[in-house]
């Protein structure tokens, strides 16, 4: 994680890839992670996809946010 990047930035990253992996596993093999492990809709459940819902718009600014960290140099 790059200091420049931002903290909050770096975990909406995170959580749109696990909840990308869930989305894969749903689509090809019919198998849901969140529902496997809290059940279908509790409570526990409708919190995980708000977090990952709210992370995936926290990702669209973050997208367009300039970032601080330093270019990579081409080897």
Same mark, same amino acid.
């Given at each position: 994680?790059?200091?420049?990047? %931002?903290?909050?930035?770096? *975990?909406? =990253?995170?959580?749109? !890839?696990?909840? +990308? #992996?869930?989305?894969? $596993?749903?689509?090809?093999?019919?198998?849901?992670?969140?529902?496997?492990?809290? %059940?279908?809709?509790?409570? *526990?459940? =409708?919190?995980?996809? !708000?977090?990952? +819902? #709210?992370?995936?718009? $926290?990702?669209?600014?973050?997208?367009?946010?300039?970032?601080?960290?330093?270019?990579?140099?081409?080897?």
């Amino acid at each position: 994680m790059s200091k420049g990047c %931002g903290f909050f930035c770096w *975990i909406a =990253r995170l959580l749109l !890839i696990i909840g +990308g #992996l869930n989305w894969g $596993l749903i689509g090809i093999f019919n198998y849901n992670v969140v529902t496997e492990f809290f %059940g279908p809709m509790t409570m *526990i459940t =409708r919190i995980i996809y !708000i977090v990952v +819902g #709210l992370a995936a718009i $926290l990702a669209i600014f973050c997208l367009f946010k300039p970032c601080a960290c330093p270019p990579r140099s081409e080897v």
